[in-house]
């Protein structure tokens, strides 16, 4: 084996060596033969030969990169003059003479040429060596002025009074730079100085600048944490920022809508945070407004005691375009807000109390109190082989879920399933227990209903009605979609962990369109058990009144919403609707995947 290992090109000569030695002195070695084996093998091993080379390889590559020439459009062109007169003659000729007047290819040759030539744009000036050596330590920064803004905010230090720049944007072009810091205090701009200055006068230099842009910097004390976090998170609300007037720079800030993902890449700031779209190329991340001073809008609007004030002036962009704000970076004040305390005061960041009721088809003011929703934390669930999603279809009575519910379980009975309710009623001629209802007393029913093991429960007429949680779970574990269309008070019960139910809100048209469809169609009323009638323009209202007032108090926790004026319409979106929960992974809170 030795020999051959030898004799073979390919293997490393030192190891080579190595194993000759370790054969020579084998019987001076104080080893055993197992030991002698094992070292012998690895020394002939094909991985560790591969391995060596690679080391090898590494080890010995010239870093220094020279080009060939730095003409290679220059010979290209020549090579066309002398290619051009046999061109119409022979085929590769005219191949060659076709691919140099490419221009792909010829602007990859000026690139190599430039590359070659070291004919680099912009020249950046060279940067002034003599520093006083009694003066702090300052660090020069040369960036390239361009249509791209700076992507940071500066701001006067309260206690020191100088210009300090107060805010990095994630991804923008200070950012990428590394050059720039959190803290750094601003001494000189393209050499003019600023001690004294405010930073709308710092604002003007950089705007009446041109080419490159020089920033005489003394360094903050510590760099802070530049760390992108990986939270995402579903806004409950739209936001323009152009319409903010307390954003720090109204150019850098991120609008989106109610619904959408926003990757937060940075909380360090209590009141606004830096964010992405999810999905979104610009790297620059944008402000938005934190959880905390978002629930304190929403607070101080509900209580519209007075009308906020401008905050003081203070915080200017570093961008091109960038416009000051009239809100501090970092700061907002308790009078900037009056009627609110600090965000992280129980009265603004509690959540209204909920109470267990025997609800009913009338309104409950007491539970349904609107939350402050603002974020909620989300996560990417995958579906699950053998473990669906519970369908949660949601909306006012008379919208036709229970219609869409029985279309959808028609298509695949064996697939779909709906959990038998439980009542305190006795059976009707031809209904079966376990089958039709569960029918039980109304002590052991009340007695469950105490005890938390119903999702929904309400009296009507007298008798009780519910729908037992452990009945959900074990059609979810058999491995059944279960579909519910449970009143909209239940939805804090549902949407729980354990179950990770997918909630579809079935939304009423307008008031003309649903009295047009309706008549149309010849739609019983669903408010008048006792006669077989249309609906009244009452009903209509209600209807849709209904549906406005779910949206409002519950929309934060729909995952779609289908607006139901033609049925047919409505159910195919809820066919496509329950396609993606079983093909595609869902954003759902962050707790359920946790």
């Known amino acids: 084996m030795t020999a051959a290992v030898m004799a073979n090109g390919n293997w490393d000569p030192a190891l080579s060596r190595l194993l000759v030695s370790l054969e020579e002195a084998r019987q001076a070695l104080p080893s055993s033969e197992e030991e002698f084996g094992f070292l012998s093998d690895l020394l002939q091993s094909r991985e560790l030969h591969a391995l060596v080379k690679v080391h090898n390889k590494i080890v010995s590559k ?18 066309l ?13 005219r191949e060659l003479f076709q691919l140099l007047q490419r221009p792909h290819l010829q602007g ?60 990095i944007m994630h991804g923008g072009a200070a950012d990428r730079s590394g050059l720039i810091h959190v803290g750094d205090e601003v001494c000189e701009v393209n050499g003019i100085n600023v001690e004294g200055k405010t930073p709308n006068d710092v604002l003007k230099i950089l705007q009446n600048s041109e080419g490159t842009i020089t920033f005489k910097l003394v360094p903050a004390d510590s760099k802070g944490g530049g760390r992108e976090s990986k939270v995402r998170v579903r806004a409950h609300f739209n936001y323009i920022s152009s319409t903010d007037p307390y954003i720090p720079c109204k150019e850098a800030g991120l609008d989106f809508v109610r619904g959408d993902i926003l990757h937060i890449v940075s909380q360090d700031d ?129 919208v036709g879920r229970n219609e869409l519910k029985r279309r959808l379980v028609a298509t695949d009975p064996d697939k779909y399933k709906t959990p038998t309710p439980y009542t305190s009623r006795p059976p009707r001629q031809g209904e079966v227990n376990g089958k039709d209802y569960f029918f039980v007393s109304r002590e052991k029913m009340e007695e469950d209903v105490e005890a938390g093991k119903f999702i929904e429960f309400g009296e009507y007429k ?31 019960m549902l949407r729980t962990p354990q179950l990770k139910p997918y909630i579809v ?11 047009e469809t309706r008549n149309a169609a010849y739609a019983r009323s669903t408010f008048d058990e006792a006669n077989s009638r249309g609906f009244t323009d009452e009903e209509f209202h209600e209807m849709t009144h209904r549906g406005e007032r779910i949206e409002f108090l519950y929309g934060h926790l729909f995952d779609e919403v289908i607006e139901n004026a033609d049925l047919s319409t409505a159910f195919e979106q809820l066919v496509q609707a329950m396609k993606r929960v079983e093909t595609e992974p869902l954003w759902v809170p962050a707790s359920w995947v946790q």
């Open 81 to 93: 003059d002398v290619v051009a007169p046999r061109a119409p003659l022979r085929d590769e000729c």
């Open 62 to 79: 010239d870093d220094r990169f020279y080009p060939t020439l730095s003409n290679s459009m220059q010979i290209a062109l020549e090579v």
């Open 270 to 398: 209590a009141y606004w945070w830096q964010a992405r779209r999810e999905g979104d190329r610009n790297m620059r991340a944008g402000l938005i407004p934190s959880r905390a001073l978002q629930e304190r809008r929403i607070l101080h609007e509900r209580t519209q005691q007075e009308k906020p004030e401008e905050g003081p002036g203070g915080v200017w962009s570093l961008g091109l375009h960038l416009l000051p704000s009239n809100f501090p970076v970092g700061l907002c004040s308790v009078s900037a807000l009056p009627g609110c305390q600090s965000p992280k005061s129980p009265s603004c960041a509690s959540k209204p109390k909920t109470k267990k009721i025997m609800y009913d088809t009338a309104e409950n003011d007491d539970f349904d109190r609107e939350e402050v929703a603002t974020y909620e934390e989300v996560a990417k669930l995958y579906p699950r082989p053998g473990l669906h999603r519970p369908l949660v279809l949601i909306g006012p009575p008379g």
């Open 462 to 492: 007298g008798n009780l009605y519910g729908t037992s949680a452990e009945s959900v779970k074990s059609l979810v574990s058999a491995g059944y979609v279960c579909i519910l269309s449970p009143h909209y008070q239940a939805l804090k």
């Open 108 to 167: 990859l040759l000026c690139a190599h040429d430039a590359v070659a030539q070291k004919d680099y744009f912009p020249r950046l000036p060279e940067i002034p060596l003599e520093v006083d050596e009694d003066e702090e330590t300052i660090k020069i920064v040369q960036l390239v002025k361009s249509n791209e803004p700076l992507g940071a905010t500066i701001k006067t230090d309260e206690d020191t009074g100088k210009i300090v720049i107060a805010r």
């Open 505 to 515: 809100c079935i939304k009423p048209p307008s008031f003309e369109v649903l009295k």
